[in-house]
């Protein structure tokens, strides 16, 4: 099924959300992926308060939730009652910055990727909902053993942990999405699927006119329950660019 990751028109968002939920119905879309759930930047009433305003406006444009990104509050309890609010079921961390006490530089250091995944596979055993990790491209970091700080992640953590894949960014990492996809099997549940250099910081670009071969990945993977689309940054209309890569993927 596919869904957008709603951080695509972040700013478009800020400006009018119900426009822009609005718009990226009428591209076709039916669900999408919301971001900043369980914010440390907010208390928890705001955070509900938020969840309940999003819901509003989803409603309105029709729209369903896929799975939320989320950071890791102390009290699970309170992401799952955010997520309740949404009608969501599954809940990715898509950055270590977003548990306390980790950040980027986890992916470099053995001891803390151990850390990193025992909380968060504890937090996957104890929750009511699913929880899942989203990479970027640091989480390939070679270790002083040779092996990456992602294998060393997803062969520690507990298995209830489930994964959503971003291919772009394995792509960047010098990653082949397609065998990490058969390595990691039942436990990818969702994939984040866009194009371009696979750089950090270039402009994204159509599916097809960058080095992620996106057919591939859906060969491994063909019923994944999930497929976002998502920019993370672009020279292009991202309305224009997010219903041109969604018609792509619906004809592969």
């Given at each position: 099924?596919?869904?957008?990751?709603l951080?695509?028109?972040?700013?478009?968002?800020?400006?009018?959300?119900?426009?822009?939920?609005?718009?990226?119905?009428?591209?076709?879309?039916?669900?999408?992926?919301?971001?900043?759930?369980?914010?440390?930047?907010?208390?928890?009433?705001?955070?509900?308060?938020?969840?309940?305003?999003?819901?509003?406006?989803?409603?309105?444009?029709?729209?369903?939730?896929?799975?939320?990104?989320?950071?890791?509050?102390?009290?699970?309890?309170?992401?799952?009652?955010?997520?309740?609010?949404?009608?969501?079921?599954?809940?990715?961390?898509?950055?270590?910055?977003?548990?306390?006490?980790?950040g980027?530089?986890?992916?470099?250091?053995?001891?803390?990727?151990?850390?990193?995944a025992?909380?968060?596979?504890?937090?996957?055993?104890?929750?009511?909902?699913?929880?899942?990790?989203?990479?970027?491209?640091?989480?390939?970091?070679?270790?002083?053993?040779?092996?990456t700080?992602?294998?060393?992640?997803?062969?520690?953590?507990?298995?209830?942990?489930?994964?959503?894949?971003?291919?772009y960014?394995?792509?960047?990492?010098?990653?082949?999405?397609?065998?990490?996809?058969?390595?990691?099997?039942?436990?990818?549940?969702?994939?984040?699927?866009?194009?371009?250099?696979?750089?950090?910081?270039?402009?994204?670009?159509?599916?097809?006119?960058?080095?992620?071969?996106?057919?591939?990945?859906?060969?491994?993977?063909?019923?994944?329950?999930?497929?976002?689309?998502?920019?993370?940054?672009?020279?292009?209309?991202?309305?224009?660019?997010?219903?041109?890569?969604?018609?792509?993927?619906?004809?592969?």
């Open positions: 099924m596919l869904s957008v990751q951080y695509s028109v972040r700013d478009q968002l800020a400006a009018d959300r119900p426009a822009t939920l609005a718009k990226l119905a009428a591209i076709g879309f039916r669900h999408v992926e919301p971001f900043g759930l369980g914010s440390p930047d907010r208390t928890p009433a705001e955070r509900l308060t938020a969840a309940r305003s999003l819901r509003t406006d989803l409603d309105a444009a029709g729209l369903a939730v896929s799975a939320v990104h989320a950071g890791l509050p102390g009290d699970l309890a309170e992401l799952e009652e955010e997520c309740a609010i949404l009608g969501a079921d599954t809940a990715f961390v898509p950055h270590p910055r977003l548990v306390p006490g980790f980027e530089e986890t992916f470099a250091d053995p001891a803390r990727v151990d850390a990193f025992d909380v968060l596979g504890a937090a996957a055993e104890s929750a009511e909902l699913r929880l899942g990790y989203h990479n970027h491209w640091f989480e390939w970091a070679r270790l002083p053993d040779g092996t700080g992602y294998d060393r992640f997803w062969q520690r953590t507990s298995a209830s942990l489930l994964a959503e894949l971003d291919v960014w394995a792509v960047a990492a010098g990653a082949d999405p397609a065998a990490v996809l058969a390595s990691l099997g039942d436990r990818v549940i969702a994939v984040h699927l866009k194009d371009g250099p696979a750089e950090p910081g270039a402009p994204q670009t159509p599916i097809g006119t960058g080095r992620v071969d996106i057919p591939a990945v859906l060969r491994v993977a063909p019923g994944n329950p999930w497929h976002v689309v998502e920019i993370d940054t672009t020279d292009l209309d991202p309305f224009d660019l997010l219903a041109a890569n969604a018609t792509t993927l619906t004809s592969i």
